[in-house]
T-cell receptor, first 112, second 116 residues
Framework: DTGVSQNPRHKITKRGQNVTFRCDPISEHNRLYWYRQTLGQGPEFLTYFQNEAQLEKSRLLSDRFSAERPKGSFSTLEIQRTEQGDSAMYLC??????????FGPGTRLTVT | AQKITQTQPGMFVQEKEAVTLDCTYDTSDPSYGLFWYKQPSSGEMIFLIYQGSYDQQNATEGRYSLNFQKARKSANLVISASQLGDSAMYFCAMREGSLTGNQFYFGTGTSLTVIP
């Protein structure tokens, strides 16, 4: 257990529904990343926060995806109008130093 | 072009033997960091080792060492004295830029199986 928690651990939703995932970082960590990982692939970068500021967002990320990190603590990732192609593991990682990155257990999304 | 390339989808190694997992990278940024992560079947990503582009010596962490060949743009992971618990997926990753680079790029991974 790295200390990074993600909820829920599993989510099953019907196509077209909105879903929201939460990531709680290790308390002193100011860097927070969201990734998506599909079967047989490495994690794919989605977005990055430094404290509450969203500094980078993947060009691959559609407008249906949005992330927030109010007050620089926990973060949420919302997917609107889910599609079957959104089925994946969504990983959150946090860090403090230049290269620290501790991953949470992930949220597995299944879109039916 | 792929930022990180791992050409070995699967590897097998005898217990107690050493194994090398290959990784090549592509960047024009002079400042970057290279990482290796382990992902067991439980799914959680575990940080193993880090190498900065300006580091003169190869990084080592216990049984893990990173064979950094800058001119060849390779960052191979060497695991010595393999243990059954080393069976997992291994991912190579890169972060570009020391101050402005915020994206991590991951390879497709290598599945390592340690044979008793």
């Amino acid at each position: 257990d790295t200390g990074v928690s993600q909820n829920p651990r599993h989510k099953i939703t019907k196509r077209g529904q909105n879903v929201t995932f939460r990531c709680d970082p290790i308390s002193e960590h100011n860097r927070l990343y969201w990734y998506r990982q599909t079967l047989g692939q490495g994690p794919e970068f989605l977005t990055y926060f430094q404290n509450e500021a969203q500094l980078e967002k993947s060009r691959l990320l559609s407008d249906r995806f949005s992330a927030e990190r109010p007050k620089g603590s926990f973060s949420t990732l919302e997917i609107q109008r889910t599609e079957q192609g959104d089925s994946a593991m969504y990983l959150c990682s946090t860090g403090q130093g230049t290269y620290e990155q501790y991953f949470g257990p992930g949220t597995r999304l299944t879109v039916t | 072009a792929q930022k990180i390339t791992q050409t070995q989808p699967g590897m097998f190694v005898q217990e107690k033997e050493a194994v090398t997992l290959d990784c090549t990278y592509d960047t024009s940024d002079p400042s970057y960091g290279l990482f290796w992560y382990k992902q067991p079947s439980s799914g959680e990503m575990i940080f193993l080792i880090y190498q900065g582009s300006y580091d003169q010596q190869n990084a080592t962490e216990g049984r893990y060492s990173l064979n950094f060949q800058k001119a060849r743009k390779s960052a191979n992971l060497v695991i010595s004295a393999s243990q059954l618990g080393d069976s997992a997926m291994y991912f190579c990753a890169m972060r570009e830029g020391s101050l402005t680079g915020n994206q991590f790029y991951f390879g497709t991974g290598t599945s390592l199986t340690v044979i008793p």
